[in-house]
């Protein structure tokens, strides 16, 4: 059973140290699959290939091991960490990120927005735009960074990077394309049904806004899969 937890706005240091946590975890048996879905605080992120930040405005930068160069997390953006074991999976690297594009396409999709992939980059693109930026690190098979689609947040903060080395203005909001607001944590539902149907399993997704440490996590997915056990 794939678990998703919902944890509100949160610090990006934060998501990331829990990352690492959960990914030991997931190594060693103590939790199976799951995807923490959250917005962020402002913050800029270079990943392995690099990047600049040219005027960071007070604004953190962090480098980091996921795949791709410099991008933004704020406000008003949903951003997924699947902590995913992908050779339980059957997946290959490249195969889950095409998984997740898809994921995000199908999305898009209930939205009524007919998203799609641009050949030769990773992402999800509307109009020649990029809408849903993925950059992913993986450890013994077992995944953690992820996905990040611009729902709603504040494009400006683009013009600081050279986000993806695609030059600037090349990103877009979803509110944007359906001229109408999208609620972030309802999006986040939808896109994790979308992604337990592309994993072919069951799912459930649970509210942890506030001080959601590592153990919270593991011991509220211990709990869920005990209580599904005992429905099934």
């Known amino acids: 059973m794939l678990v998703g937890f919902w944890l509100g706005r949160v610090g990006y240091e934060y998501a990331y140290r829990l990352q690492l946590g959960l990914v030991e975890a997931r190594a060693k048996g103590d939790v199976g699959d799951l995807v923490l879905l ?27 091991e ?12 949903l951003v997924g ?8 999976r059957g997946l290959t690297v490249v195969g889950y990120i095409r998984l997740l594009e898809e994921v995000i396409i199908r999305s898009l999709k209930r939205l009524g927005i007919e998203a799609s992939r641009v050949e030769g980059f990773s992402g999800v693109w509307y109009g020649g ?5 993925i950059g992913i690190a993986v450890k013994g098979w077992i995944t953690y960074h992820g996905f990040a689609v611009n729902v709603k947040t504040d494009l400006s903060y683009f013009n600081n990077i050279d986000p993806c080395n695609l030059g600037q203005g090349i990103m877009v909001n979803v509110s944007d394309i359906v001229k109408t607001d999208i609620d972030l944590k309802g ?5 994790f049904e979308e992604l337990t149907y592309a994993l072919r399993d069951r799912g459930v997704m649970v509210d942890l806004v506030g001080d959601a440490g590592i153990d919270t996590i ?5 709990q869920l899969i005990r209580a599904s056990k005992i429905l099934s």
Do not use: C, F
């Open 129 to 133: 735009k990029k809408v849903a930026s």
């Open 218 to 222: 593991i011991n509220t997915y211990r």
């Open 81 to 88: 960490y699947p902590i995913i074991d992908l050779s339980s």
């Open 38 to 64: 959250m917005e962020h605080d402002h913050v800029y992120t270079l990943g392995r290939k690099g990047g600049v930040v040219y005027d960071p405005r007070g604004v953190p930068v962090y480098r980091v």
């Open 66 to 77: 996921r795949g791709g160069y410099a991008t933004y997390h704020g406000p008003g953006q």
């Open 187 to 191: 999006y986040a539902k939808e896109l």
